[in-house]
């Protein structure tokens, strides 16, 4: 009996310490293109550095719409890209910097000029791989 409580207490240990690797490579690898993205949201406005009325369908009555993001644990001085899609389409790409520290927040706009349908924004590293990507609607 003393056996299989040895065995037991081992697998354990065994288990807890494959899952606190895992946990930490899983952090490690969101880290991997230098800032993890803490917020992104669509939205109406910007106010004092945060987004406002934050919606997923908006009116085609609509001017502008912005994309605010906060970054966290930016490793470097760096640039990400916002790509705007209307449908499949690339309608504009603004690039953004990011500089080094634990905390930024930024935001791109995009005027919609009435164009119904639906509409994506990808978040671009400065290598060019995809990080996020929100989807709204213009009725």
């Known amino acids: 009996m003393k056996r299989y409580a040895g065995i037991v ?3 354990i240990f065994v288990i807890t310490a494959w899952m ?5 490579a ?3 690898s969101a880290q991997a293109g230098g800032f993890k993205v803490e917020r992104m949201a669509v939205c109406a ?3 004092n550095k945060e987004p406002v009325d934050v919606k997923e369908v908006f009116s085609s009555a609509t001017e502008k719409v912005y ?3 906060e970054f966290r ?3 470097e001085d760096t640039t990400v890209n916002v790509i705007w899609r209307h449908g499949d389409k690339e ?4 690039s953004l910097p990011l ?5 930024w927040r930024t935001y791109a706009s995009k005027n919609l000029y009435g164009l119904k349908g639906n509409w994506k924004i990808e978040l671009v590293d400065s290598t060019g791989k995809g990080v996020k990507a929100l989807i709204f609607k213009v009725e």
């Open 73 to 75: 644990d930016v490793a």
């Open 9 to 11: 207490v081992f697998l």
């Open 45 to 47: 406005k910007i106010e």
């Open 20 to 24: 606190v690797c895992e946990t930490y």
């Open 91 to 94: 309608m504009l790409k603004t």
């Open 67 to 69: 994309v605010f993001i």
């Open 99 to 103: 500089k080094k520290g634990l905390k």
């Open 26 to 28: 899983q952090k490690g």
